[in-house]
């Protein structure tokens, strides 16, 4: 029989990556998002008449409970949240509304409904912050650096609750940084991308940053999103750690995105500007995947280089039109 999958945060970059997954897995698949005066459809344009909208609130419990229970879904993938790091600490309570309590309502609508609904949390390497190991494993203490990584530690917290209090089928993805062509121009990576495109077609002189010394594992989201739903293949519920294995500063990012453009050395062009310094930075992440290689049989396939490059010709080609004649 064809499963269904409910997935909030379907149009945000990982959500429209899961999407197109499980359609090509000949899932039903339904999207929750929040009532808007207009419709934000344009990571899943392409894909959106093959999939059902509806309109929900991690705010609002009953909303939540009443569209699992319209929906009745076999896989449930927590995917929204208040995601953009720096805007944690202007928005702290809203961001632990949505990205805290909202995993306890999603939660509470399964509990209610279906406890046999398998439920996905989208965890983050940002719980781990202020590392206090390397490389960061599944049992490697949390030690959060923002709002945003405080409020994901709960939601990972309370979904391995709820698994042990009720036995659910409920897992939580550790994700490491996670970037694509569809990540939101508010985050570094793709401010790289983009500001090296305007560069490289003469919309923009430079390019200003805060520290590019601050070190991530990058990987690319289409891989991510495989990891998903193999966690919710699995035969028991577990947490994974999801990374790549491998470190790479800005610095680096913004070296290989220069040079995939054939601009050369970045350094005439990149301003640093203490403005996108944050107040308490997380200096080096990088994650051991190794129980998630040998339980689910995840590895990424996209490299750090083949995924700089990819981002940078995707706005090239965005952005082509623009270009002065």
């Given at each position: 029989?064809?499963?269904?999958?409910?997935?909030?945060?379907?149009?945000?970059?990982?959500?429209?990556?899961?999407?197109?997954?499980?359609?090509?897995?000949?899932?039903?698949?339904?999207?929750?998002?929040?009532?808007?005066?207009?419709?934000?459809?344009?990571?899943?344009?392409?894909?959106?008449?093959?999939?059902?909208?509806?309109?929900?609130?991690?705010?609002?419990?009953?909303?939540?409970?009443?569209?699992?229970?319209?929906?009745?879904?076999?896989?449930?993938?927590?995917?929204?949240?208040?995601?953009?790091?720096?805007?944690?600490?202007?928005?702290?309570?809203?961001?632990?509304?949505?990205?805290?309590?909202?995993?306890?309502?999603?939660?509470?609508?399964?509990?209610?409904?279906?406890?046999?609904?398998?439920?996905?949390?989208?965890?983050?390497?940002?719980?781990?912050?202020?590392?206090?190991?390397?490389?960061?494993?599944?049992?490697?203490?949390?030690?959060?650096?923002?709002?945003?990584?405080?409020?994901?530690?709960?939601?990972?917290?309370?979904?391995?609750?709820?698994?042990?209090?009720?036995?659910?089928?409920?897992?939580?993805?550790?994700?490491?940084?996670?970037?694509?062509?569809?990540?939101?121009?508010?985050?570094?990576?793709?401010?790289?991308?983009?500001?090296?495109?305007?560069?490289?077609?003469?919309?923009?002189?430079?390019?200003?940053?805060?520290?590019?010394?601050?070190?991530?594992?990058?990987?690319?989201?289409?891989?991510?999103?495989?990891?998903?739903?193999?966690?919710?293949?699995?035969?028991?519920?577990?947490?994974?750690?999801?990374?790549?294995?491998?470190?790479?500063?800005?610095?680096?990012?913004?070296?290989?995105?220069?040079?995939?453009?054939?601009?050369?050395?970045?350094?005439?062009?990149?301003?640093?500007?203490?403005?996108?310094?944050?107040?308490?930075?997380?200096?080096?992440?990088?994650?051991?995947?190794?129980?998630?290689?040998?339980?689910?049989?995840?590895?990424?396939?996209?490299?750090?280089?083949?995924?700089?490059?990819?981002?940078?010709?995707?706005?090239?080609?965005?952005?082509a039109d623009r270009a002065p004649a």
């Amino acid at each position: 029989m064809q499963k269904t999958a409910l997935i909030t945060g379907i149009t945000g970059q990982d959500g429209s990556y899961l999407a197109e997954f499980l359609l090509d897995k000949g899932y039903r698949v339904v999207g929750m998002t929040r009532r808007t005066s207009t419709e934000v459809h344009e990571r899943i344009e392409h894909i959106v008449e093959n999939i059902e909208i509806v309109s929900g609130d991690l705010l609002d419990q009953t909303s939540m409970t009443s569209i699992v229970n319209d929906v009745r879904p076999d896989e449930f993938y927590n995917l929204a949240a208040q995601s953009f790091v720096p805007a944690s600490w202007t928005q702290p309570v809203l961001t632990g509304e949505f990205t805290a309590l909202g995993v306890t309502r999603a939660l509470e609508a399964v509990r209610h409904v279906d406890q046999s609904i398998r439920f996905y949390q989208a965890s983050s390497s940002e719980m781990f912050g202020k590392v206090v190991e390397v490389p960061q494993t599944e049992t490697t203490p949390f030690y959060p650096r923002s709002p945003y990584g405080v409020a994901k530690v709960y939601g990972h917290w309370i979904t391995v609750n709820y698994r042990e209090s009720y036995d659910m089928f409920a897992c939580s993805g550790m994700l490491f940084n996670h970037e694509s062509p569809r990540r939101g121009k508010e985050f570094v990576t793709r401010k790289i991308s983009d500001g090296v495109a305007r560069i490289k077609l003469g919309l923009a002189s430079n390019l200003r940053l805060g520290n590019l010394d601050a070190q991530r594992d990058w990987g690319f989201a289409g891989d991510y999103v495989r990891a998903m739903w193999l966690m919710l293949q699995d035969d028991a519920p577990d947490d994974y750690v999801i990374a790549t294995g491998r470190t790479h500063s800005v610095r680096d990012f913004v070296r290989i995105a220069f040079d995939a453009a054939g601009l050369g050395s970045y350094e005439p062009y990149v301003v640093t500007d203490p403005r996108f310094v944050r107040p308490a930075e997380v200096d080096m992440l990088i994650g051991d995947a190794g129980k998630a290689r040998r339980q689910l049989g995840w590895v990424p396939e996209v490299t750090f280089e083949q995924l700089v490059e990819m981002m940078v010709k995707a706005d090239l080609d965005r952005l082509a039109d623009r270009a002065p004649a």
